[in-house]
């Protein structure tokens, strides 16, 4: 139950399926904002074996080990950065024809 720091990767439970999530916030001493890969952000998750009995059997999430402690943030981040956009004309053409159908006039 290493005590853990912004960007560090650890094994985090969430509604029973474990996850690889990025520490994003130091919360408290104990008490982490979590970043999943899929972009999912997990407020105030701590270590399983700091919960209480009862909070073991309710709590949707919470950490179960350190996977890497280096600092590397970039690394659940998307990268979905697309080249190929619609052309303006093409877009603007496309408006039009949507308009023009809400407007009643539909071309056969």
Same mark, same amino acid.
């Given at each position: 139950? &290493? ?5 560090? !990767? ?9 996850? &690889?999530?990025?520490? !994003?916030? /130091? +919360? ?12 999912? !952000? ?24 350190? !996977?890497?402690?280096?600092?590397? /943030?970039?690394?659940? &981040?998307? *990268?979905? +950065?697309?080249? *190929? ?11 039009? *024809?949507?308009?023009?159908? +809400?407007?009643?006039? /539909? &071309?056969?």
């Amino acid at each position: 139950m &290493k005590r853990l720091k912004v960007g560090d !990767i650890v094994l985090a439970v969430f509604l029973g399926t474990p996850n &690889k999530c990025e520490v !994003i916030e /130091v +919360i408290d001493k104990q008490l982490y904002k979590l970043r999943m890969e899929s972009g999912t !952000i997990l407020p105030g998750v701590t270590w399983y074996k700091k919960l209480s009995a009862k909070e073991k059997k309710t709590k949707p999430w919470y950490i179960e080990a350190l !996977i890497d402690d280096t600092t590397n /943030v970039k690394l659940t &981040k998307s *990268n979905d +950065i697309s080249k *190929n956009t619609t052309n303006k004309t093409d877009l603007e053409k496309a408006i039009k *024809n949507q308009k023009d159908f +809400i407007r009643g006039a /539909v &071309k056969k």
